[in-house]
Antibody, heavy 127, light 106 residues
Framework: QLQLQESGPGLVKPSETLSLTCTVS??????????WGWIRQPPGKGLEGIAN???????YYNPSLESRVTISVDTSKNQFSLKLNSVTAADTAVYYC???????????????????WGQGTLVTVSS | SYELTQPPSISVSPGQTVSMTCSGD??????VYWYQQKPGQSPVVVIY???KRPSGIPERFSGSSSGNTATLTISGTQTMDGSDYYC?????????FGGGTKLTVL
């Protein structure tokens, strides 16, 4: 069974950089049938897609966060990571990592749904 | 930025059928996905590609789409179905989620 586990500091100071890693177990991050993504959820609010990446390093960012976000992959460690700089209190949220199913049945590939999620990690931005 | 609109809350009595909507510009040109999220847990997909149900999801969950509105329907709602439900679509390269609908079963 595939498992994803987020790790990183639970408290980050304003203006600093939030760094999280997602470790994938029970499957290979190098599988070309999937993308890997980060989603966040502020306390009591809805979900927001942040970024996604594939094993070869093709990256895609939410335009509203693109100037502050970097997503990367380390296939040797079966991990992918998120960095969000210049954080403010508005970045306080539960951060989830998740797998994105890629559908290539028609010959053109498109991203489908998030089928496996990590348990989420709360990151609080506060001095 | 692209937005998906969902009603904030809906109530239903056990055993009844409930539907919740998700609307957005040109949504009919995109696939819609529905996730169930219970308090303190990660979301779980219950419908993908507008109408398809993943293995392990009960048959009482169904999805449909017409024009720029997608609908999630739960038939014979059970108490355990009380959750937050989020719709999601891909807008370009970005996963966009609706604001969520809190379903209360009472």
């Amino acid at each position: 069974q595939l498992q994803l586990q987020e790790s990183g500091p639970g408290l980050v100071k304003p203006s600093e950089t939030l760094s999280l890693t997602c470790t994938v177990s029970g499957g290979s991050i190098s599988n070309s049938k999937y993308y890997w993504g980060w989603i966040r959820q502020p306390p009591g609010k809805g979900l927001e897609g942040i970024a996604n990446i594939n094993y070869s390093g093709n990256t895609y960012y939410n335009p509203s966060l693109e100037s502050r976000v970097t997503i990367s992959v380390d296939t040797s460690k079966n991990q992918f990571s998120l960095k969000l700089n210049s954080v403010t209190a508005a970045d306080t949220a539960v951060y989830y990592c998740a797998r994105v199913v890629l559908d290539c049945a028609t010959g053109t590939c498109y991203k489908n749904y998030f089928d496996f999620w990590g348990q989420g990690t709360l990151v609080t931005v506060s001095s | 930025s692209y937005e998906l609109t969902q009603p904030p809350s809906i109530s239903v009595s056990p055993g009844q059928t409930v539907s919740m909507t998700c609307s957005g510009d040109e949504l009919g040109d995109k696939y819609v996905y529905w996730y169930q999220q219970k308090p303190g847990q990660s979301p779980v997909v219950v419908i993908y590609e507008d109408t398809k149900r993943p293995s392990g999801i009960p048959e009482r969950f169904s999805g449909s789409s017409s024009g720029n509105t997608a609908t999630l329907t739960i038939s014979g709602t059970q108490t355990m179905d009380g959750s937050d439900y989020y719709c999601q679509a891909w807008h370009g390269v970005t996963a966009v989620f609706g604001g969520g609908t809190k379903l209360t079963v009472l």
